[in-house]
């Protein structure tokens, strides 16, 4: 199932293209509540500074104008009364005050046409007073001239004068007085429309997070789920519920991909199926070909067998009555009929022990390999003292397994060494060593011999049954014996094989699964 590419717009839109659009979305109105409240910070901090800079410094300002003033007046009183120069100082100190104030005024209010023309007033009365009120008075050289400042006249002047000149303040400080009102309430509402903002970015933190859990769970794991619904039931056995993808194209598409999978698994679990009655079809017609070997080996250890003792047994008749009346070649012809039917017996009794193996054992138990090669070796005694034989027995361990089979392998690989022996006496010697398998721990049991040998190019074709690589008259046997003993190894979970030596003699190795806990047997030589 694929996206249908005849969708538009939105409907298109993959799902990475849809997160996008959703964090960019987020991220919008959190930097719009942001930029409100710096805005409003920026705001409140801009009325605090001109409230801190300006308005209170200017406060301040006029306040120390109206003080120099009143110490330039009390000073010319007192210098017009007394005559004292001491009071001039003052005067000199406090118009300089004045003027410093009044200089400070103008820088902090700026050039504003409210506060300029105060000022200006100011300035103007200010230097009304000193010109008509206080230069004569500083400018009286005699105290007859300081008498006549002092007089009732003059000193009202003076103080109609200074009086005008303190209301001119006075209208300084109410207008800064309002305009400092005007200040704080517009430091109020800016510190309240920072609070707002502040609720505002607030809320848009906690609205974001809610469009996002809102956005991904309609966007990503609303459909993840329903898509994880369908997997599990698929899952759980219902290999025919579809499974489908919603949302955006790229979920439609892993919907479809998992539901082509489960396609596929159908599929798969139908041609198992079919594989399985097949198999349980092969499998019948293997047990009753099993059975057809059963019978088949019943027949022939006792329907075949029968005829072949009969055989031999009239022809040793024959050849005891009548060997008087028979030539040199008729006894030759009856020694032939004879061998012939004693290895037809070998053969048929050699090929009942391979079909059997693996189907007379009900479960394997503890073998001790030492035994087994010691009923072994007791089994060849006469031809070990034949051939002057020596056989040598390493420590050998305790193995899971059949005993008949397993003494029937180590028999026939000894009696090999016998057979098959060089000029020299034969020495057959057997070690174990625990090796690590691929599959575990085995153990390898080597036989090493010092007879003929056998060439590396044949140490596949040995294990073959019938194969032979020297004639019958030159060694006797039906050639199964090495055929016999791998087919017992695999049997056991195990395998032989030819080690390739230098010459002379041969190495074979039997490698077996090692149980749990293994034993050894300490064995001497046999021979």
């Not at 009364?81 to 700026?110: I, K, M, P, Q, S």
């Not at 206080?134 to 200074?162: G, K, M």
């Not at 200040?183 to 502040?198: F, W």
């Not at 008729?330 to 050699?350: F, H, P, S, T, W």
Request: charged fraction near 25%; include cysteine.
């Amino acid at each position: 199932m694929g996206v249908d590419l005849s969708l538009e717009g939105p409907a298109r839109w993959t799902l990475r293209t849809r997160l996008l659009l959703l964090f960019a979305a987020v991220l919008v109105l959190v930097a719009a509540t942001l930029v409100v409240q710096i805005v409003q910070l920026r705001h409140q901090q801009d009325v605090r500074d001109e409230l801190l800079r300006n308005i209170d410094p200017a406060v301040q300002a006029a306040t120390d104008v109206r003080a120099a003033t009143a110490e330039q007046e009390s000073a010319i009183r007192g210098y017009a009364f007394t005559g004292d120069a001491g009071f001039l100082d003052e005067y000199v100190d406090g118009d300089r005050a004045a003027a410093a104030g009044l200089n400070e005024l103008d820088e902090l209010l700026g050039p504003t046409e409210a506060f300029d023309a105060d000022l200006e007033r100011v300035r103007s009365l200010l230097e009304r007073w000193q010109t008509t009120s206080a230069q004569p008075v500083i400018d009286a050289s005699s105290a007859a001239e300081r008498d006549d400042l002092t007089s009732e006249e003059f000193q009202e002047a003076s103080l109609e004068n200074i009086n005008a000149l303190w209301a001119a303040l006075d209208e300084i400080d109410a207008h800064l007085a309002t305009e400092r009102e005007a200040q704080v309430d517009e430091l109020d509402d800016a510190a309240r429309s920072a609070t707002l903002a502040m609720v505002l970015q607030v809320a848009g933190v906690v609205v974001s997070g809610l469009i996002v859990l809102a956005g991904l769970s309609r966007v990503v794991t609303g459909p993840i789920a329903r898509l994880g619904d369908d997997a599990r039931k698929v899952a759980e056995g219902d290999l025919e519920h579809p499974v489908r993808g919603i949302g955006s194209p790229d979920l439609v598409r892993l919907g479809g991909d998992v539901d082509a999978m489960r396609s596929r698994i159908v599929a798969e679990v139908n041609m198992l199926n079919a594989a399985s009655a097949d198999l349980e079809r092969q499998t019948e017609e293997l047990a009753r070909s099993n059975r057809d070997l059963e019978q088949f080996a019943y027949v022939a250890s006792h329907d075949l067998q029968e005829p072949l003792r009969k055989v031999s047994s009239f022809c040793q008749l024959l050849q005891k009555r009548y060997s008087d009346q028979l030539d040199e070649r008729a006894n030759e012809y009856i020694d032939y009929a004879v061998d012939g039917a004693k290895r037809m017996q070998d053969l048929i009794n050699d090929l009942l022990a391979f079909s059997r193996v693996g189907r007379t054992t009900e479960a394997f138990e503890p073998v001790d390999l030492g035994a087994v090669i010691d009923d072994a070796t007791d089994a060849l005694t006469p031809a070990i003292e034949e051939a002057d034989a020596t056989v040598t027995v390493g420590d050998l361990p305790v193995v899971l397994g059949d005993r008949r089979l397993l003494g029937a392998t180590f028999q026939n690989l000894i009696s090999n060494a016998l057979k098959f022996r060089g000029e020299e006496p034969p020495k057959v010697d057997i070690a174990a060593t625990l090796c690590a398998g691929a599959d575990g721990d085995e153990w390898v049991i080597s036989v090493t011999d010092n007879g003929i040998g056998i060439d590396p190019d044949y140490d596949e074709q040995i294990f073959v049954i019938f194969k032979r690589l020297h004639s019958k008259a030159e060694y006797s046997g039906t050639g199964i014996g090495l055929a016999l003993a791998k087919k017992i190894a695999e049997f056991h979970g195990g395998r032989i094989w030819l080690e390739p030596t230098p010459p002379p003699g041969a190495t074979f190795k039997l490698a077996l699964p090692a149980p749990p806990s293994t034993e050894k047997r300490v064995h001497t030589d046999a021979g």
